[in-house]
């Protein structure tokens, strides 16, 4: 069925952009087609684990597809979008090129002896109920 998919952890630094990206796109991977693809995700990378989790979810309200303002983040969405297609899961798990339609991601300042991470995968029916809501 259709659930609303999260995940955490914290990285070291050393980890860097990389480890974000490998976290990132394994979520998606290990949720396959549980929540109903073709998602959204959303990324929070940065403040305290509650906060990395809350700007996960904040990254979700952005209109799908804007870039983030900033290049570098806006670079890493593009990145994350690539190689979460890249794994074939597709639109309801049968396959294909969508597994997502976005991927955004919001930051927030954290301690320099942390790299924390947060993953949401909004489903397709939820954005449909908000469309009409």
Do not use: W
């Not at 796109?25 to 403040?47: K, L, Q, T, Y």
């Not at 900033?70 to 990145?79: I, K, N, Q």
């Not at 997502?100 to 029916?125: G, K, R």
């Amino acid at each position: 069925g259709c659930e609303n998919m999260s995940y955490f952890q914290m990285l070291t630094p050393a980890a860097g952009r990389q480890g974000v990206v490998d976290f990132v796109v394994s979520c998606v991977d290990r949720s396959g087609a549980n929540p109903c693809p073709p998602v959204i995700v959303g990324v929070g990378i940065g403040g305290t684990a509650d906060k990395t989790m809350a700007i996960a979810k904040r990254a979700l309200l952005r209109p799908v597809g804007q870039p983030h303002p900033d290049s570098e983040v806006a670079a890493l969405e593009a990145e994350l979008l690539e190689k979460i297609n890249a794994l074939g899961i597709g639109p309801i798990g049968v396959g294909g090129v969508t597994t997502a339609l976005a991927a955004h991601v919001e930051t927030f300042p954290c301690h320099i002896a942390s790299l924390p991470v947060a993953v949401n995968l909004q489903c397709h029916s939820a954005r449909s109920m908000m469309e009409v809501l």
